[in-house]
């Protein structure tokens, strides 16, 4: 079964770093690009940025460039998504997705991971 | 990058037909033919509904529809069913970056 399967929920202070992942399987993880989205509580979908896991070639939004770091480890079909600092406004849930089917269409999605930061 | 604009809301009964547009601009819809809509329900992922304007992946019915003219971006979806009652965001390639439209709650009447 084609899935991305992404680590639990987090609840974190401001300051504090976080990484989260998203676990491909079922298909070749390397050859097909994958994108973080942020969704605020009640609020609509954001792009944050897209990795190619076969070469790292990452692409961020312009709205989260220098304020999350993207990467892949291949050798483990994994993604991440990584903040150094968080503060209160990075509460939203966090979705990866794959685009499998065609150019820009994200056709596999993660459940999601709910991160939670507050003092 | 700006979001594209979509109606807040759309609204039709069982078996009617409602579009939803999606305007950008020249440098994301209106240049590259790589729109694509999401359905999302409360609470779960979004779902690839139409990507590259008008393709349907496989499994979605063929009552949803995607077109394209100039700037704005539209689907319809035809003969609505309870199921269809969701969120939904158009999507669109804009050079190296990607941006969402705002995002239009379908209500089925």
């Known amino acids: 079964e084609v899935q991305l399967v992404q680590s639990g929920a987090e609840v974190k202070k401001p300051g504090e770093s976080l990484k989260i992942s998203c676990k491909g399987s079922g298909y070749s993880f390397t050859s097909y690009w994958i994108g973080w989205v942020r969704q605020m509580p009640g609020k609509g979908l954001e792009w944050m940025g897209i990795?190619?896991?076969?070469?790292?070639?990452?692409r961020y939004s312009p709205s989260f460039q220098g304020q999350v770091t993207i990467s892949a480890d291949k050798s483990i079909s994994t993604a991440y998504l990584q903040w150094s600092s968080l503060k209160a406004s990075d509460t939203a849930m966090y979705y990866c997705?794959?685009?499998?089917?065609?150019?820009?269409?994200?056709?596999?999605w993660g459940q999601g991971t709910m991160v939670t930061v507050s003092s | 990058q700006s979001a594209l604009t979509q109606p807040p809301s759309a609204s039709g009964s069982p078996g009617q037909s409602v579009t939803i547009s999606c305007t950008g601009t020249s440098s994301d819809v209106g240049g590259y033919n790589y729109v694509s809509w999401y359905q999302q329900h409360p609470g779960k992922a979004p779902k690839l509904m139409i990507y590259?304007?008008?393709k349907r992946p496989s499994g979605v019915p063929d009552r949803f529809s995607g077109s394209k003219s100039g700037n704005t971006a539209s689907l319809t979806v035809s003969g609505l069913q309870a199921e269809d009652e969701a969120d939904y965001y158009c999507s669109s390639y804009a050079g190296s970056n990607r941006v969402f439209g705002t995002g239009t709650k379908v209500t089925v009447l």
């Open positions: 990795i190619y896991p076969g070469d790292s070639d990452t």
């Open positions: 590259e304007v008008s």
């Open positions: 997705a794959s685009a499998l089917t065609g150019v820009d269409a994200f056709d596999i």
